[in-house]
């Protein structure tokens, strides 16, 4: 989302949504300066709106999946990802994937973004906060931008997986503050990334993500 786009949200769609889904935002002070790699907890599409809510009018985008709706739902998703330049990404498809996290790493290098992203790969179809998948680690490693973790609460309720939309001033944002993994960063310059040293530290901040995660969404 180009900052154009990203300041027309924050001035017509920001009061629209404080008025009739956010009802709670702690750690805005959190936010960095600069950009950052946000990741959150997953269980509606309405984490998309909350989580926009959270980097507007920086420049940013997100990683969006390409390989579930067809017809009149795939024709909106995909309007919707060109209106908001999302990084399309078929969670199927290896080298999708592999183009899908190169695009990424160069909107935050080159082109200054933030980036929204789902550790857990798909929304939560019980609620429960899922196993973290190692993506957003793999970006960082090659980017080096602080991970700012947050955790949403009330859109399950609201929308979940296959449910009816509820309209309701419910939802709840608790931001971190933003993660830095410097030594895991230095100790992996040198390593082979298809490597088990190198897939152990990815496994290993991703675990150390997804526990922040947890923490914060048990404070809500």
Request: proline share 5%.
């Amino acid at each position: 989302m180009n900052r154009t786009v990203s300041w027309f949200c924050k001035i017509f769609l920001k009061p629209i949504v404080d008025t009739f889904l956010i009802k709670e935002v702690r750690g805005l002070e959190n936010i960095p300066k600069g950009n950052f790699i946000l990741v959150s907890n997953h269980q509606s599409h309405l984490d998309w709106i909350a989580s926009g809510y959270l980097c507007v009018p920086k420049k940013f985008t997100f990683l969006g999946q390409v390989d579930r709706y067809t017809g009149p739902l795939g024709f909106g998703r995909d309007l919707l990802y060109l209106v908001a330049g999302v990084i399309r990404i078929n969670r199927k498809d290896e080298e999708s994937k592999k183009i899908a996290l190169e695009k990424a790493i160069e909107a935050i290098k080159k082109n200054g973004h933030s980036l929204v992203i789902y550790p857990e790969g798909t929304r939560s179809r019980t609620g429960e906060i899922q196993k973290g998948r190692t993506g957003a680690v793999k970006i960082y490693l090659k980017t080096g931008v602080p991970i700012l973790p947050a955790a949403i609460k009330g859109t399950f309720e609201l929308f979940p997986p296959g449910g009816k939309l509820k309209i309701k001033r419910k939802v709840k944002i608790n931001i971190g503050k933003p993660l830095h993994f410097g030594k895991e960063r230095e100790r992996v310059k040198n390593l082979d990334c298809n490597s088990l040293e190198y897939q152990n530290v990815l496994e290993e901040i991703t675990e150390k993500i997804m526990t922040e995660i947890v923490r914060l969404y048990n404070e809500i």
